[in-house]
């Protein structure tokens, strides 16, 4: 069964995942970046895929407006090399990498 995260106000369909931590749904990213710093961090979201893959969004480095998106994609937990690693810091961009992110970890 899939289940429905909610990212930038879109909603992307989950399949053959185990968990998921999302806290970027709460996250108003229409407003600046200034505006919403303080829930800028490295753990805004992480789904895990019942094969153990892993799709990972933070903020990097935390809390600094010259900050980054980063979007991880981890195989055998292997986080010291993943799988695939995006950057961005816009909101259409992000929905777009994280669609694409989930499609190679679930496979």
């Known amino acids: 069964m899939a289940k429905e995260i909610i990212v930038c106000g879109v909603s992307i369909k989950v399949k053959n995942s185990v968990s998921i931590y999302n806290q970027i749904a709460s996250l108003n990213l229409d407003q600046s970046f200034s505006a ?3 829930y800028l961090d490295e753990d ?34 292997n986080w010291d090399q993943p799988h695939a690693k995006f950057t961005t810091r816009n909101s259409t961009d992000l929905i777009t990498l994280l669609k694409q992110s989930i499609t190679m970890a679930s496979a």
């Open 36 to 38: 919403i710093i303080d």
């Open 44 to 77: 805004l979201l992480q789904i895990e895929f019942n094969n153990g893959n892993i799709v990972d969004i933070g903020w990097y480095p935390s809390f600094d407006e010259q900050g980054a998106f980063i979007i991880h994609t981890i195989s055998d937990n």
